[in-house]
């Protein structure tokens, strides 16, 4: 078992920046697989970004690509998102999510064992 905690939400003006953080306690954080995603108001979850259990391999959504970066420090059993040149449609409850094992580009939130509570950023117009 492990537990995700998401920090680092909030409120931003459209072109700025906020950096997530996703800390995990409970089992070794090496092992897993380390997804964010994202929820709107009346819309589903979407992938936004994941990283590999080395941290050496990164994927990201097209509408993030360019803009987000996901990483991830072992040692502090800690996944990072920072988001830059945010844009109005990034408003979400953003949720960090974590995968036993695997060397594929997990994107489905099914593929993944553990989810935080999420935190919301907002960015206005």
């Known amino acids: 078992q492990v537990q995700l905690v998401e920090s680092g939400g909030g409120l931003v003006q459209a072109g700025g920046s906020l950096r997530l953080s996703c800390a995990a306690s409970?089992?070794?954080?090496?092992?897993?697989?380390m997804g964010w995603f994202r929820q709107a108001p009346g819309k589903e979850r979407e992938f936004v970004a994941a990283?590999?259990?080395?941290?050496?391999?990164?994927y990201y959504a097209d509408s993030v690509k360019g803009r987000f970066t996901i990483s991830r420090d072992n040692a502090k059993n800690t996944v990072y998102l920072q988001m830059n040149s945010l844009k109005p449609e990034d408003t979400a409850v953003y949720y960090c999510a974590a995968r036993l094992g695997g060397s594929y580009s997990y994107t489905r939130g099914s593929e993944y064992d553990y989810w935080g509570q999420g935190t919301q950023v907002t960015v206005s117009s």
């Open positions: 990283i590999s259990i080395t941290g050496s391999t990164t």
């Open positions: 409970g089992r070794t954080f090496r092992g897993y697989f």
